[in-house]
């Protein structure tokens, strides 16, 4: 009995070890100063909202699809002032790659909420894993 507590409690830690790695790469800036501020996967829908936790005030913003290639039609951006900013992009994002850098109307926004309008290239099992970053 005492055995399986053990295991139990370091089966448990061990996967909370794993998960907070990933929890915390998600803030962590990459290539080109670019931050990674929200994610979402394409389930079929043609649009999505994705809400930004907390004071995102940067000067310019991209949106990448990870895992499988995604027809961007265009995305909005909302602001904390109730300002928007509407980008077209009609622009088909191989796996990996990221849509120009755009930059963000005014001084420095503190952007609150982007809109996604996509949908998927081909029906696959992949479905598209979309990421919006900030510099």
Known sequence: MNKRMILAAATLATGLAAASPAAAQQWRWNEGNWRTIGTTRVDGRDNDVVQLPGVTRQREIRVCALNAPLRLRDFDIRFANGGR?????RAVLDAG???RAVDLRGNRRDVTAVRLRYEPVAPRANRPLVRIQIR
């Not at 900013?85 to 992009?89: E, G, H």
Request: glycine share 0%; proline share 0%.
């Open 85 to 89: 900013q509407d980008v077209r992009t």
């Open 97 to 99: 790659t990221c849509t």
